[in-house]
């Protein structure tokens, strides 16, 4: 039954935090004696220091989005649920949750800059100008895949019921909440449990409100197509990654923390109540063998679950945003390590929404995000809350996870834009931010129905990739500081080799049909764009690691 699965899974995670999690700190050091950067330099925009709780949700919700929905679905229709599973448990024990945590105590340690001027500090020049550009596409990639996939959730239709308006409706009604809950909290500096108290039921109501709004209302908003909101959304991500911290990302934030909250109790319902038997095979023999579906489990099993287990986007959360607003050093543990265990968790509840469906179920043939309201709204329905408010309940959720990502990833694509470009002051923000954005809308102005179909697997692999190379970058650090670095070495290479396999397997098909290209006939885009940006990425990734043996060689040379 579910209930065992997500038992033991939830055990183990908690074990892992307790004693992997305790290990990390003193291997760490943690003190709090040290002044943190958000403390030290406070400029009320960028660094601002927050109590843990209230940084834990909102690093929580940033870092969580999609990612540990979308992709352990996928796997897990793919390949089975054990397979999936295996890999979310050990996979955020061993390799996520130190690669999270390294990265924001590294960014803490070198005045809370992002791991992109950590490899600046502690690698050669080109090094730095390489992991820039990596990085900056990667978050791209990011834009790209989350933008669509919300676009497509304000479009959802199940049971032959529009429910995509009504999430839209409440969407931007609960964006405009959680600004007014931020200028409460900064400017008339209302207390955050008051405004938690507050809130919370506002943000629930809005939950019921937005598909009851005035037919009217609804109606304008199902007339708005998925194209159409692809652009809103990068117009909320240009707004949203340029005003203070305070105003928006951090009480939004804070509140899609316990959206995600309430939708892990919900999983924890139905696991525990609900009586649902395991009814998708643990491993799917026919996903397998088919072309259309899981391919090889070694390495796409690893690049498909992606944030679930290990995600190099959140390793510039930590160190892009979060790293300004720890607090003390000791917080890193639970946010930085705690938070990826926690999205581990929702991994695991959003795949056994997945085990609770027959192989042949018409629920499967649906987008990922439906199959997850799915699971939750059945889950809502064993404490009788109606399938029409429960399933709009979860698309809710689902959509203000990728907000955050959404407008942290514009916000960290713009910082690194405007350094790698020397561009300062309100206009350099305003340009980066409009360079960041430019390439989104263009692929999903050019690509069919479901652009983040085609974005998926180069996301995915761009976004592991990265996870390898941070720890790279950590590595190194560690290394020249004189510490043990085996605890992010051997994650490293498992990362690099899984990863730089993938960009091979994605690049092969567009090598193939490069005679084609040359003749002018034209070729699928998925194929074109993933092989062009998985030659980009591979070189990349290359020219870093031989950078990175060049710095580490000159090192002993030099002692």
């Given at each position: 039954?579910?209930?065992?699965?997500?038992?033991?899974?939830?055990?183990?995670?908690?074990l892992?935090?307790?004693?992997y999690g305790?290990?990390?700190?003193?291997?760490?050091?943690l003190?709090?004696?040290?002044v943190?950067?958000?403390?030290?330099?406070?400029?009320?925009?960028?660094?601002?220091?927050?109590?843990?709780?209230?940084?834990?949700?909102?690093?929580?919700?940033?870092?969580?989005?999609a990612g540990?929905?979308?992709?352990?679905?996928?796997?897990?229709?793919?390949?089975?649920?054990?397979?999936?599973?295996l890999w979310?448990i050990?996979?955020?024990?061993?390799?996520?949750?130190?690669?999270?945590?390294?990265?924001?105590?590294?960014?803490?340690?070198?005045?809370?800059?992002?791991?992109?001027?950590?490899?600046?500090?502690?690698?050669?020049?080109?090094?730095?100008?390489l992991?820039?550009?990596?990085?900056?596409?990667?978050?791209?990639?990011?834009?790209?895949?989350?933008?669509?996939?919300?676009?497509?959730?304000f479009?959802?239709?199940?049971?032959?019921?529009?429910?995509?308006?009504?999430?839209?409706?409440?969407?931007?009604?609960y964006?405009?909440?959680?600004?007014?809950?931020?200028?409460l909290?900064?400017?008339?500096?209302?207390?955050v449990?008051?405004?938690?108290?507050?809130?919370?039921?506002?943000?629930?109501?809005?939950?019921?409100l937005?598909?009851?709004?005035?037919?009217?209302?609804l109606?304008?908003?199902?007339?708005?197509?998925?194209?159409?909101?692809?652009i809103?959304?990068?117009?909320?991500?240009?707004?949203?990654?340029?005003?203070?911290?305070?105003?928006?990302?951090?009480?939004?934030g804070?509140?899609?923390?316990?959206?995600?909250?309430?939708?892990?109790?919900?999983g924890l319902?139905?696991?525990?109540?609900?009586?649902?038997?395991?009814?998708?095979?643990?491993?799917?023999?026919?996903?397998?063998?088919?072309?259309?579906?899981?391919?090889?489990?070694?390495?796409?099993?690893f690049?498909?679950?992606?944030?679930?287990?290990?995600?190099?986007?959140?390793?510039?959360?930590?160190?892009?945003?979060?790293?300004k607003q720890?607090?003390?050093?000791?917080?890193?543990r639970?946010?930085?390590?705690?938070?990826?265990?926690?999205?581990?968790?929702?991994?695991?509840?959003?795949l056994?929404t997945?085990?609770?469906?027959?192989?042949?179920?018409?629920?499967?043939?649906?987008?990922?995000?439906?199959?997850?309201?799915?699971?939750?709204?059945?889950?809502?329905?064993?404490?009788?809350?109606?399938?029409?408010v429960?399933?709009?309940f979860?698309?809710?959720?689902?959509?203000?996870?990728?907000y955050?990502?959404?407008?942290?990833?514009?916000?960290?694509?713009?910082?690194?834009?405007?350094?790698?470009?020397?561009?300062?002051?309100?206009s350099g923000?305003?340009?980066?931010?409009?360079?960041?954005?430019?390439?989104?809308?263009?692929?999903?102005?050019l690509?069919?129905?479901?652009?983040?179909?085609?974005?998926?697997?180069?996301?995915?692999?761009?976004?592991?990739?990265?996870?390898?190379?941070?720890?790279?970058?950590?590595s190194?650090?560690?290394t020249?500081?004189?510490?043990?670095?085996?605890?992010?070495?051997?994650?490293?290479?498992?990362?690099?080799?899984?990863?730089?396999?993938?960009?091979?397997l994605?690049?092969?098909?567009?090598?193939?049909?490069?005679?084609?290209?040359?003749?002018?006939?034209?070729?699928?885009?998925?194929?074109?764009?993933?092989?062009?940006?998985?030659?980009?990425?591979?070189?990349l990734s290359?020219a870093?690691?031989?950078?990175?043996?060049?710095?580490?060689?000159?090192?002993?040379?030099?002692?």
């Amino acid at each position: 039954m579910i209930v065992y699965v997500v038992g033991i899974s939830g055990a183990a995670l908690l074990l892992g935090y307790l004693l992997y999690g305790k290990f990390l700190a003193r291997f760490f050091k943690l003190d709090n004696n040290i002044v943190t950067p958000a403390c030290q330099i406070n400029d009320g925009i960028d660094f601002v220091p927050a109590k843990a709780n209230l940084l834990l949700g909102q690093h929580f919700s940033a870092i969580a989005a999609a990612g540990p929905i979308v992709g352990p679905i996928l796997a897990g229709i793919w390949f089975g649920w054990l397979p999936a599973l295996l890999w979310i448990i050990f996979g955020s024990i061993f390799i996520g949750g130190i690669h999270d945590f390294s990265s924001l105590v590294a960014s803490v340690r070198h005045k809370a800059v992002s791991i992109v001027e950590v490899v600046k500090g502690n690698m050669s020049r080109t090094s730095h100008i390489l992991f820039m550009i990596f990085v900056w596409l990667c978050l791209v990639y990011v834009v790209i895949a989350f933008t669509d996939i919300t676009a497509q959730t304000f479009k959802a239709v199940a049971v032959g019921e529009a429910y995509g308006p009504g999430v839209a409706a409440s969407s931007i009604l609960y964006i405009a909440a959680a600004m007014i809950m931020g200028i409460l909290l900064y400017k008339f500096k209302l207390g955050v449990g008051i405004a938690t108290a507050v809130f919370l039921p506002v943000v629930l109501f809005i939950v019921w409100l937005g598909p009851h709004l005035p037919q009217s209302i609804l109606s304008a908003l199902s007339g708005i197509s998925a194209k159409q909101w692809d652009i809103i959304l990068l117009i909320y991500c240009f707004i949203a990654s340029i005003i203070p911290m305070w105003l928006l990302l951090q009480p939004r934030g804070y509140l899609g923390g316990w959206l995600l909250y309430l939708t892990i109790a919900v999983g924890l319902i139905g696991a525990v109540f609900g009586g649902f038997d395991i009814r998708y095979p643990a491993i799917n023999t026919v996903g397998f063998a088919s072309i259309l579906n899981g391919k090889l489990i070694f390495p796409i099993l690893f690049i498909t679950v992606a944030c679930g287990a290990c995600s190099g986007f959140h390793s510039i959360v930590s160190s892009g945003t979060t790293s300004k607003q720890l607090a003390k050093e000791s917080d890193a543990r639970p946010v930085g390590y705690g938070a990826m265990l926690l999205e581990a968790f929702v991994a695991v509840l959003a795949l056994a929404t997945v085990m609770i469906l027959a192989p042949g179920s018409e629920i499967l043939k649906n987008d990922p995000n439906m199959i997850y309201a799915n699971g939750l709204a059945r889950y809502l329905g064993l404490v009788g809350i109606d399938f029409r408010v429960a399933f709009p309940f979860a698309l809710l959720a689902f959509s203000t996870f990728v907000y955050d990502t959404l407008d942290v990833c514009t916000r960290l694509g713009r910082y690194i834009f405007q350094e790698l470009f020397g561009l300062k002051g309100r206009s350099g923000g305003m340009i980066s931010t409009a360079a960041t954005l430019l390439f989104p809308l263009i692929f999903l102005m050019l690509t069919e129905e479901k652009g983040y179909l085609v974005a998926w697997p180069i996301f995915g692999t761009s976004n592991q990739l990265l996870a390898g190379l941070t720890l790279l970058a950590v590595s190194v650090w560690l290394t020249k500081t004189g510490r043990n670095a085996i605890y992010t070495i051997i994650p490293m290479i498992f990362m690099l080799v899984m990863t730089i396999w993938s960009l091979i397997l994605l690049i092969i098909p567009f090598v193939e049909k490069i005679p084609l290209i040359l003749k002018g006939v034209a070729v699928k885009p998925d194929i074109f764009i993933s092989g062009i940006f998985g030659i980009i990425l591979l070189i990349l990734s290359f020219a870093l690691i031989i950078e990175t043996l060049n710095t580490l060689i000159l090192k002993r040379s030099r002692s």
